[in-house]
């Protein structure tokens, strides 16, 4: 069974850089899987920000790529987010994912973190 | 990239049955068999209940099936239980990319 679990502050000002670390559990990083990030403002609904293949392939939701950078760290089983320049609007639950991949090509969201909460503030 | 349109919320009573749509565009529903449905109750993770527009994962109860025809996706849920009152969530890929519907709220009378 794999698990996900994000970490990172709690807290970030504004104009700072939101990092967050998703360790995966139960399974390997390299697998022939994508793994993702998603966000859920308070009361609203699910957007996706980006995902990464284990070589480090990466794709980006339009809206946030010039912000937006995700990496692997295949030697701790884990991968992270980088948020730069954020405002209250970045405010949100954030989740890590796992993309099911069929021949190379994600599918689905397959198994996710608890999720973290990022509040944005000075 | 626009968000997929889905009602903000549906109703039923138990034992009825409701159908929430996800309307895209031909750049997203109607290009790929891509879409997917997620449950989410409140303070929780969201939870796969479709994939590839109509298949079930395993443990998933089948009064939940999902369709589309054209720009739009379809999940219905027949039998309606308690348990199934929730946030409801359609994803579908956009060509390198992924766009979620604004999400519908489920409430069982």
């Known amino acids: ?122 | 990239q626009s968000a997929l349109t889905q009602p903000a919320s549906v109703s039923g009573s138990p034992g009825q049955s409701i159908t929430i749509s996800c309307t895209g565009t031909s750049s997203d529903v109607g290009s790929y068999n891509l879409v997917s449905w997620y449950q989410q109750h409140p303070g929780k993770a969201p939870k796969l209940m479709i994939y590839e527009v109509s298949k079930r994962p395993s443990g998933v109860s089948n009064r939940f099936s999902g369709s589309k025809s054209g720009n739009t996706a379809s999940l219905t849920i027949s039998g309606l239980q308690a348990e199934d009152e929730a946030d409801y969530y359609c994803c579908s890929y956009a060509g390198s990319s992924w766009v979620f519907g604004g999400g519908t709220k489920l409430t069982v009378l």
Request: net charge positive.
């Open chain 1, 1 to 122: 069974q794999v698990q996900l679990q994000e970490s990172g502050p709690g807290l970030v000002k504004p104009s700072g850089t939101l990092s967050l670390t998703c360790a995966v559990s139960g399974g390997s990083i390299s697998s022939s899987n994508w793994w993702s990030w998603v966000r859920q403002p308070p009361g609203k609904g699910l957007e996706w920000i980006g995902e990464i293949y284990h070589s480090g392939s990466t794709n980006y939701n339009p809206s946030l790529k010039s912000r937006v950078t995700i990496s692997v760290d295949k030697s701790k089983n884990q991968f992270s987010l980088k948020l730069s320049s954020v405002t209250a609007a970045d405010t949100a639950v954030y989740y890590c994912a796992r993309f099911y991949t069929i021949v190379g090509a994600p599918h689905y969201f397959d198994y996710w973190g608890q999720g973290t909460l990022v509040t944005v503030s000075s």
